[in-house]
T-cell receptor
Framework: DVKVTQSSRYLVKRTGEKVFLECVQDMDHENMFWYRQDPGLGLRLIYFSYDVKMKEKGDIPEGYSVSREKKERFSLILESASTNQTSMYLC????????????FGPGTRLTVL | GQNIDQPTEMTATEGAIVQINCTYQTSGFNGLFWYQQHAGEAPTFLSYNVLDGLEEKGRFSSFLSRSKGYSYLLLKELQMKDSASYLCAVRDTDKLIFGTGTRLQVFP
């Protein structure tokens, strides 16, 4: 079974704080993704990575950055958290191309006060 | 442009059959996924269609018509545990585009 884990299920931060969300997958997948999920807007892609140290912007990268130093780990960074970044953040991985079946982590519900 | 439409909410009774529709408009099309997401949990893969027709997998079936830009997920013999959101996602050339999901509530 593919397992994707995220460092926290719930996180509360203050405006302006730097926030790190960690994601680890154990299936040697090439591709990893970060989405945010908001009511009425569905899943929106923030960033993805197709190899170690490689990253590409998704549809809504503003205010975020990412890091992939190891194949199994993909981190999402909010340099200076803002209230409009309050959301559910989902990490996913896939073996094949970007459009291959994606396997999701349990999500991190981030609240920025 | 790219657009995926699903009903926002549906309700059904335990033991019944429900059909969740998804229509899409994309510049390229390479296949369509259905995912199930229980409240507060990760989306999990249900089905994938790339050719026209019906794919059956136990109580769940998924249908695709590429000419009509249309898919549906059919759930038979509904159980309470089927209460969840169902996400339609389209492979458009080099990206995966998700619909906003349909929240299904199953009542006894």
């Amino acid at each position: 079974d593919v397992k994707v884990t995220q460092s926290s299920r719930y996180l509360v931060k203050r405006t302006g704080e730097k926030v790190f969300l960690e994601c680890v997958q154990d299936m040697d997948h090439e591709n990893m993704f970060w989405y945010r999920q908001d009511p009425g807007l569905g899943l929106r892609l923030i960033y993805f990575s197709y190899d170690v140290k490689m990253k590409e912007k998704g549809d809504i990268p503003e205010g975020y950055s990412v890091s992939r130093e190891k194949k199994e780990r993909f981190s999402l960074i909010l340099e200076s958290a803002s209230t409009n970044q309050t959301s559910m953040y989902l990490c996913a991985s896939s073996l094949g191309p970007r459009t291959d079946t994606q396997y999701f982590g349990p999500g991190t519900r981030l609240t920025v006060l | 442009g790219q657009n995926i439409d699903q009903p926002t909410e549906m309700t059904a009774t335990e033991g019944a059959i429900v059909q969740i529709n998804c229509t899409y408009q994309t510049s390229g099309f390479n296949g369509l996924f259905w995912y199930q997401q229980h409240a507060g949990e990760a989306p999990t893969f249900l089905s994938y269609n790339v050719l026209d027709g019906l794919e059956e997998k136990g109580r769940f079936s998924s249908f695709l018509s590429r000419s009509k830009g249309y898919s549906y997920l059919l759930l038979k013999e509904l159980q309470m545990k089927d209460s969840a959101s169902y996400l339609c996602a389209v492979r458009d050339t080099d990206k995966l585009i998700f619909g906003t999901g349909t929240r299904l509530q199953v009542f006894p």
